[in-house]
């Protein structure tokens, strides 16, 4: 069973860095797109940045610059280093990945959600 599994999160201070991990672990048998999306109190869950099969990443707008989304250890894990925090980043954010498990076709697997709060 895959299963995704993240760290780092918790209280930021404004213009402070944190990074997030996320691994995906258990029978994967191969990765497609894997990335971040965040959901702000009271908003919809959005996109903010991905990483492609041939290592293209893509970032929203308002994270530019600021974000950097990396791959570890293979395909299987990707981090986002996240500087220059704004009270607006506060958030939940959640890892996706589009995965294949043990050879069966593609689904998009999630982990539970880290909490990002940026104090001002």
């Known amino acids: 069973q895959v299963r995704l599994v993240e760290s780092g999160g918790g209280t930021v201070q404004a213009g402070g860095s944190a990074t997030l991990s996320c691994v995906a672990s258990g029978s994967v048998s191969d990765v497609n797109a894997m990335g971040w999306y965040r959901q702000r109190s009271g908003q919809q869950r959005e996109l903010i940045a991905s990483i492609t099969p041939g290592e293209r990443k893509n970032y929203v707008e308002s994270v530019k610059g600021r974000f950097t989304l990396s791959r570890e250890n293979g395909k299987t894990s990707v981090s986002l280093h996240m500087s220059s925090l704004e009270p607006e980043d506060t958030a939940v954010y959640y890892c996706?990945?589009?995965?294949?498990?043990?050879?069966?076709?593609?689904?998009?697997?999630w982990g539970p959600g880290t909490q990002v709060t940026v104090s001002s």
């Open positions: 996706f990945g589009i995965l294949s498990d043990a050879g069966a076709s593609w689904d998009t697997y």
